[in-house]
C-alpha cells in the first residue's frame, strides 16, 4: 500500500499541494488526471521521494519512504518522468541498464540476470532493433519507449509514469496502454500513470484520482468518478459521459467550455460515488 498523508509539496514558499491525503491501491492500475499545472507531476515525485514533502509523508507499506535506503526503495519503486534527458551520446541499451544498478550489489559485476532484465525491457518495449542507436537521434515516440524500457528494466512493484504516451502516435500508445495492463495482470505490477486522455484512464485504470488545484476532487472506479458535474468542476468543461459501446466504462465527450461552475460544484456533491475534497476512498 501506497499512501499520502498530510502531504505538504512545494518548491518555493507556495504549496503545490497542501495537507494532501491519498491511497494507491496495490496491484491496481490508477490513472491520475487533472488540468495542466494542478500539480499531478509535482505530486508523482512526492510519490516517488523524488521531492522532499515540507510537511506530512508518504508510507509504502506503513513505513516512510525517507526512511527506506534508496537502493532498496529503488527496487520497489520506479518512475518514468515527464521529460527526462539522457546524457549525450548515451544509447538506448546504456540507457535501460541504468535500470539495473539497484540490483547490483557493492563493486559486483553485470550479471546474467541483469542481461536478461535489459533485454526483456528492450523486446516488450519494440526497442530492440534500436538497442544501439544513441538517444538523441530516436523520434519523440521511440525515446519515450526507451524510457519506457529503463523504467521496466528496474522491475520494480511499482511503477509510476508521468504521462507514458505522450509523443506516441495511436498505435504506439494503445502498445503502451496494453502493456501496462498485461504487466499489471501477469506480473501484478501496481501502476501509478498520469495521464491527459480521459478516455485512456477510464479504459485502462481501475482507480481513477482527480486532482485540481493541489488537491483530490473525486477518487474512486472510472465508473463511480467520471460525470459531466466532475469534468465541469476539474476542467471546466461542457461534457457528454456516455457508456463505452464496447466495455461499458465512461466514455468523454468534451463539445465546450463550462460557463458557470456552481451548478457543477452542486451537482458533484450529490453524485453517488465521488469523494469530497481531499478526501481518500
Ligand atoms: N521545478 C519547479 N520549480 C518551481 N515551480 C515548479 C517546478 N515544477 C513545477 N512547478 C510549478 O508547480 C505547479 C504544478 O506543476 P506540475 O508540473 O506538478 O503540474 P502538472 O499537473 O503535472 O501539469 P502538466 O499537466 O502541465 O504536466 C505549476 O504551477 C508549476 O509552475
Ligand atoms: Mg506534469
Known amino acids: ?17 497542501a495537507q494532501l491525503n491519498l491511497h494507491i491501491p496495490i ?11 494542478c500539480g499531478k507531476s509535482t505530486l508523482l515525485r512526492g510519490l516517488a521521494r523524488l521531492l522532499k514533502p515540507r510537511a506530512g509523508t508518504v508510507l509504502l507499506d506503513g513505513k516512510a519512504i525517507h526512511s527506506i535506503p534508496t537502493r532498496e526503495l529503488a527496487k520497489q519503486l520506479g518512475i518514468l518522468p515527464q521529460a527526462p534527458v539522457a546524457p549525450e551520446g548515451l544509447t538506448v541499451r546504456e540507457l535501460v541498464a541504468q535500470g539495473r544498478y539497484p540490483h547490483q550489489a557493492w563493486l559486483q559485476q553485470w550479471s546474467a540476470i541483469d542481461e536478461a532484465a535489459v533485454n526483456k525491457a528492450l523486446a516488450i518495449t519494440k526497442m530492440e532493433s534500436m538497442a544501439d542507436l544513441p538517444v538523441d537521434v530516436l523520434s519523440g515516440g521511440q525515446r519515450q519507449r526507451a524510457w519506457i524500457a529503463l523504467t521496466l528494466a528496474q522491475e520494480t512493484t511499482i511503477i509510476l509514469l508521468d504521462e507514458p504516451t505522450t509523443f506516441l502516435d495511436l498505435a504506439h500508445q494503445i502498445e503502451v496502454l496494453h502493456l501496462l495492463e498485461q504487466l499489471n495482470r501477469e506480473e501484478k505490477r501496481t501502476i501509478i500513470m498520469i495521464v491527459h486522455d480521459l478516455n485512456h484512464a477510464t479504459r485502462h485504470a481501475h482507480h481513477l484520482i482527480a486532482l485540481r488545484a493541489g488537491q483530490v476532487v473525486a477518487s474512486g472506479a472510472p465508473l463511480d468518478v467520471v460525470t459531466p458535474a466532475l469534468l465541469h468542476q476539474v476542467f471546466g468543461v461542457e461534457a457528454d459521459v456516455l457508456p ?29 460515488g465521488a469523494q469530497p475534497l481531499g478526501v481518500e476512498s
Do not use: F, W
Not at 465512461?250 to 463539445?255: F, N, S
Open 1 to 17: 500500500m501506497l499512501r499520502a498523508e498530510h502531504l505538504t509539496l512545494a518548491y518555493d514558499t507556495e504549496a503545490i499541494i
Open 27 to 37: 496491484g491496481q492500475i490508477t490513472a491520475l488526471v487533472g488540468p495542466n499545472g
Open 244 to 272: 463505452d459501446p464496447r466495455t461499458g466504462v465512461p466514455l468523454c465527450i468534451a463539445y465546450g467550455l463550462a460557463k458557470e461552475s456552481a451548478r457543477a460544484d452542486q451537482e458533484l456533491a450529490a453524485t453517488n
